[in-house]
């Protein structure tokens, strides 16, 4: 059996996220800007592949064959691997994925990957059709089902199951909020809620609130992955990928299982870390698939940081922030971020890069990082995507 | 002087302006697509599965059996366990009880604007392993609880296509 080589992340980069005044392409551009001032040795030229992102471009931007069209505004003209990757939520890691893969078995020596979704369109029921039809659509899509809902039922499973509390939910967008506060390409970066203002915001799907539900989001993030022996060409803190697993479980809502128990992320972060050769205790930090509040604390549980029924308790006693037992969503999540489908994966990922480069503000950076893990879920908790990384020795 | 693009918003940019309160109507005069479908693609010159949709005219919830016994949801042309083709229609149990519901109060897709706030939830069919999803209606979303009956309703849409839900049958 062959070895595979070694994989780098070299850089990354945002747009501003949030209500953009922007289309599709022109934020793809901006991202282009964006990554190509974050890497200053890496020009055009060098880039052999393209993995894109985009979850819904056919329905948010009426525009199928998204990969060429990104590789134009990009500015890139991919001549090994050029590809578009779809997991709904989860397809901007699907991108990173995908470019691990190829560089790893020597197919592309450097590759980007990009994330972009515009989801803000003038007629927010055409936004949510879009969001229904991530779901079984002819099945589950005419009863009205969309992310909200779903996720409201985990929420009522938890609380009946294990007691856990709307405060609880709170801590986990007040804590998200705060850190999106300390990132000026966020959503909510200048917007303050504490936990009471949170509880008072309006219901969305009872018992979850505005404040527990990530936001339609405009926005596109890039990184840049190379082959292990080139990294240092581009930077002086490569970060190395280290593990990778998915673990798809159901799709129609019927075949869901238990609402609380999501063994599909505890399937993937084993696989993951096991090829790592870590355990979710050696992790300083994560960037987990915070769509909704209840999530972080289903993930908690499914990730191995706390028994089943206590990741209420995990948050509200400070273990998941700056100081406990390893820092969650530093970058400020969904929640505090926005999420835009297709571009946070990546923007995942140029947290973790910037938290081993030591680029982030004082406020929200983890101090002496080794090991990060990524969680990304798409479409209701059906599919759990996790990459583990670790910081250059 | 030659006008410039207007440029990319600086990091500390103001807030993004909050959306338009109100949708616009569709940009075109069309149906509104209630069940997600744009056209109707129940009958046998659409789908395999027409006769569930002809057994829910009927006022029958049915799904698909295999010779080695697998039911699965949703209905198939091939088994997902066994891979059998030989699929048989079988009737679903018409009650069940709630296992988890909410409620949609906003964020509704075109066509359910008018329903809001309505609700949905899984329910666990009488006798059987299967769980289904859909909407409940009968009780307020403030009334209703998990562990409460429900029984199953099939109703027809003007256009002629035929769906099913739940209506709730006590406390």
Known sequence: MTENREVALVGGATTKFGVRAATWPELCQEAGAAIFQAIPKLSAGDVDSLF????EPERFAFQSHVAPLAAEQLGITPHRIIQRTELACASGQSAIRSAYAAIASGLSDV????????????????????????MDRPWDGPHGATAPPFFAMVAQRHMLEYGTTEEQLAAVSEKNHRFANTNPTSQFFEKKFDREKLMRLPL???????????????????????????????????????????????????NAGSLTDWV?????????????????????????????????????????????????????????????????????????CGHPLGATGVAQAVEVYQQFART???????????WALVHNLSGSANVHSVMVYQGAA | MTDTVPPRPKPVARAAPAPPAASPPPPVDQRLPFLLDFYPLQDAKQT????????????????????????????????????????LWVDLPGRGRIYAFSAV???????????????VGLVDLEGTGIRLFGRIVGTPWTECRVGQSVEVETYELEDGRAFYRFRTTGR
């Open chain 1, 52 to 55: 894109l992102g985009a979850a």
């Open chain 1, 111 to 134: 590759a980007i990957a990009v994330g972009v979704e515009k989801m803000n369109l003038p007629s927010m029921a055409e936004a949510n059709t879009s969001m229904a039809c991530v």
């Open chain 1, 204 to 254: 969305v799907a009872p018992p979850l609130r505005l404040g527990d539900c990530s936001s339609m989001t405009d926005g596109a993030a890039a990184v840049v992955l190379t082959r292990g022996d080139w990294a240092r060409r581009f930077t002086d803190t490569p970060v190395f990928v280290r593990g990778t697993g998915q673990y798809s479980h159901f799709h129609n809502l019927a």
């Open chain 1, 264 to 336: 599909g992320l505890t399937h993937a972060a084993r696989e993951a870390l096991g090829r790592a050769g870590i355990t979710i205790q050696d992790v300083d930090f994560a960037e987990v698939h915070d769509c909704f509040t209840i999530s972080e604390i289903v993930e908690y549980e499914a990730l191995g940081l706390c028994p089943p029924g206590h990741g209420g308790r995990f948050v509200l006693d400070g273990r998941s922030d700056l100081g406990g037992d390893i820092v969650v969503n530093p970058r400020g999540g969904l929640l505090g």
């Open chain 1, 360 to 370: 982030v503000p004082a406020a929200r950076q983890v101090p002496d990082p080794a």
């Open chain 2, 48 to 87: 395999r599965l027409s006769p569930f949709f002809d057994a829910l005219k009927k006022g029958r919830l049915t799904t698909t059996r295999c010779p080695s016994g697998h039911v699965t949801w949703p209905p198939r042309v091939v088994c997902p366990q066994c891979h059998s083709e030989a699929l």
């Open chain 2, 105 to 119: 109060l906003a964020g509704a897709p075109l066509g359910f604007e008018s329903e809001l706030p309505f609700v």
